[in-house]
């Protein structure tokens, strides 16, 4: 860890896409940073990981599901001041299984016309332009 003690954190966001055009998004729990906002499920990245074997990972732990096929959307870098993180964000564009929230998370199927309805993360926002540009 450097001198100036702020946290890096690479984070594999997966931007999960429904056969029928919507988007899984989760709900953080209260008690975490930027709890009670809407999110993109994934989570850090470790060391020895490539970014799918993260997505996989953490795709598999949160959700109950197996990624398939996968291809990248947006790179964010967003400043929280304690922390710096880096979201690799992909498009997880096939999967199999059935999503169910592992750890207790709401999860809710949404337009990318209703993305605008739900509250993000603030380093979420670009992830959220990015898709509307892409999708409408």
Known sequence: MGGSGIKHIHVAVGVILGADGRILLAKRP????????WEFPGGKVEEDESIQQAMARELKEE???DVKAMEPLIEVRHDYGDKQVFLDTWCITEFEGIERGVEGQELAWVSVAELSEYRFPDANQPIVTALQARLS
């Open 30 to 37: 209260e008690h975490l940073h930027m709890g009670g906002r």
């Open 63 to 65: 959700l109950d599901i």
